[in-house]
């Protein structure tokens, strides 16, 4: 399994990663480690926003890209609260492959 998670920094940016283990990459971010991303190195992690599951590494590459590249900041912060990937992403991915994890 793949998880696409998004994560709202201190200054309420909105950074997004793909992990095979969600707990352990949350802990690299906060904790600064040095496997942590470039991004969240300089800005401080306040907390998980989304997640969703998906079957492979490929399928979670592309919500990843799509979300990083297609979306606005306003875009990001309905995304995390409606979950609407359909409305989204309808022409872009299949969205019925991902599994919001609550």
Do not use: P
């Not at 991303?37 to 592309?62: G, I, P, R």
């Amino acid at each position: 399994m793949y998880y696409v998670y998004m994560l709202r920094c201190e200054d309420n940016s909105i950074y997004t990663g793909i992990t095979v283990d969600i707990e352990r990459r949350l802990k690299e971010h906060k904790e600064k480690d040095e496997k942590c991303a470039k991004y969240t190195a300089s800005h401080a992690v306040k907390k998980l926003e989304s997640v969703w599951k998906t079957e492979n590494k490929s399928l979670a590459s592309k919500l990843e890209y799509n979300i990083k590249k297609s979306l606005t900041k306003r875009q990001k912060e309905e995304l995390i609260q409606k979950n609407n990937l359909e409305e989204l992403f309808r022409e872009k991915i299949d969205y019925t492959k991902y599994e919001k994890i609550e």
